[in-house]
């Protein structure tokens, strides 16, 4: 078989050869900025199906994959990245993305920037709602009315014993 970009004799690809694929086909529209919600009290991460309590390492690859599905014709994708902490919460990631097509492998690389959203998971927001009390203000204002009335009746007793 024959290559119909360059003529190249050997195994192609939807009338390709593997070089003139991989210089055609992107694996994946790259994203530059990622945001990515953390629970800032278990350190959970929020991914597709739900909060996920993983290490960083292995929810980015699936934070990555989920952003960033293969273009045409890839089957599929997988992600690799080598993070780089710029602060607490914003990491630079260089990221390869290999993209199957049959027998084909493609490698695509670049940088993606990831920020960590502080927030809170499902479960831990309710477990702080169940700390605290339902309505706050309400609760004040009960509290305040019988110290106040309380104040009033001994002013009073205090003017007529005088
Ligand atoms: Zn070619
Ligand atoms: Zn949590």
Not at 78 to 91: I, K, P, S, Y
Request: charged share 25%; aromatic share 6%.
């Amino acid at each position: 078989m024959f290559c119909v970009e360059c003529g190249t004799e050997g195994p192609v690809y939807e009338g390709l050869c593997a070089k003139c694929f991989r210089k055609k086909y992107p694996v994946v529209q790259p994203i530059e900025l990622l945001d990515v919600a953390r629970c800032e009290s278990c350190g959970s991460y929020r991914l597709r199906p739900g909060w996920s309590k993983v290490d960083r390492e292995l929810a980015l690859p699936q934070i990555l994959r989920e952003a960033m599905p293969p273009l045409a014709p890839y089957e599929r994708v997988g992600f690799t990245q080598v993070t780089r902490d710029e602060d607490a919460n914003n990491l630079a990631l260089t990221v390869k993305a290999v993209g199957r097509f049959q027998d084909l492998a493609v490698l695509q690389d670049f940088h993606v920037r990831v920020r960590i959203k502080p927030s809170l998971c499902d479960s831990c927001q309710k477990q702080r709602g169940l700390s605290e009390p339902s309505s706050p203000r309400a609760s004040i204002g009960r509290r305040v009315r019988p110290r106040s009335s309380l104040g009033s009746k001994r002013s009073t007793e205090a003017s007529t014993s005088m």
